[in-house]
C-alpha cells in the first residue's frame, strides 16, 4: 500500500504529534485547508512611516479572499505609503509584495503559538496547500497599472 502525504508527514515529524494539539480548533481549521491572513498597508508622513495590519488575522478558506479588506489595503498603501522617507519607500514595495500573493500568511505564527515551532512545521506539511483565487488579479492590477504608467512616463522621458 502506498503511504498518503499524512503518513509521510508524520514519519518526518519528530516527536509526533499529540492528540491535544491535533483537536485543537486552530489545528482543525488549518488541517481542513484555511489559513490565516492579514493584510498590511503603509502610511507615510515626510519621516514617519507606520506598516500595520488592517483589523486582526482572518480565518480564510483556501481559494476565497475577503475582497474587501485586500482592495482597502492596496489603495490605502499605494495612495499614502510612498510619502515617507526613507521608511515609505522600503515598507511600501514589502506591503505591496504581501498584498500581491493575497495578504501576509501568519498561520505558521499562530501555530507555533498554539504547539510550538516543530509541531507548527508538521501540521503545515500535512494540510492542503492555499489556492490562490482569480479574483486576486483585480488587486494586482490595481497595483501593477501605477508601476506600468511610471515606467512608460520614464522611458519616454529618458529617450526623447
Given at each position: 500500500?502506498?503511504p498518503t502525504q499524512h503518513?509521510?508527514?508524520?514519519?518526518?515529524?519528530?516527536?509526533?504529534?499529540?492528540?491535544?494539539v491535533l483537536v485543537h480548533?486552530?489545528?482543525?481549521?488549518?488541517?481542513?485547508?484555511?489559513?490565516?491572513?492579514?493584510?498590511?498597508?503603509?502610511?507615510?508622513?515626510?519621516?514617519?512611516?507606520f506598516r500595520r495590519s488592517?483589523?486582526?488575522?482572518?480565518?480564510?478558506?483556501?481559494?476565497?479572499?475577503?475582497?474587501?479588506?485586500?482592495?482597502?489595503?492596496?489603495?490605502?498603501?499605494?495612495?499614502?505609503?510612498?510619502?515617507?522617507?526613507?521608511?515609505?519607500?522600503?515598507?511600501?514595495?514589502?506591503?505591496?509584495?504581501?498584498?500581491?500573493?493575497?495578504?501576509?500568511?501568519?498561520?505558521?505564527?499562530?501555530?507555533?503559538?498554539?504547539?510550538?515551532?516543530?509541531?507548527?512545521?508538521?501540521?503545515?506539511?500535512?494540510?492542503?496547500?492555499?489556492?490562490?483565487?482569480?479574483?486576486?488579479?483585480?488587486?494586482?492590477?490595481?497595483?501593477?497599472?501605477?508601476?506600468?504608467?511610471?515606467?512608460?512616463?520614464?522611458?519616454?522621458?529618458?529617450?526623447?
Amino acid at each position: 500500500m502506498k503511504p498518503t502525504q499524512h503518513d509521510r508527514a508524520s514519519n518526518d515529524c519528530k516527536p509526533p504529534l499529540a492528540a491535544a494539539v491535533l483537536v485543537h480548533p486552530v489545528v482543525a481549521e488549518v488541517l481542513a485547508g484555511k489559513r490565516y491572513v492579514t493584510y498590511p498597508y503603509v502610511v507615510s508622513m515626510l519621516v514617519l512611516t507606520f506598516r500595520r495590519s488592517l483589523g486582526d488575522a482572518r480565518l480564510v478558506a483556501t481559494g476565497r479572499w475577503p475582497m474587501g479588506p485586500l482592495f482597502a489595503a492596496t489603495i490605502l498603501t499605494m495612495t499614502f505609503g510612498w510619502w515617507g522617507f526613507p521608511g515609505g519607500l522600503v515598507k511600501t514595495p514589502l506591503a505591496l509584495l504581501d498584498l500581491w500573493k493575497g495578504g501576509h500568511d501568519c498561520t505558521r505564527e499562530m501555530l507555533s503559538v498554539i504547539a510550538g515551532a516543530p509541531d507548527a512545521k508538521c501540521i503545515l506539511s500535512i494540510s492542503p496547500q492555499p489556492k490562490t483565487p482569480t479574483t486576486i488579479w483585480l488587486v494586482r492590477s490595481v497595483i501593477l497599472m501605477p508601476l506600468l504608467g511610471l515606467g512608460l512616463w520614464l522611458f519616454g522621458a529618458i529617450f526623447s
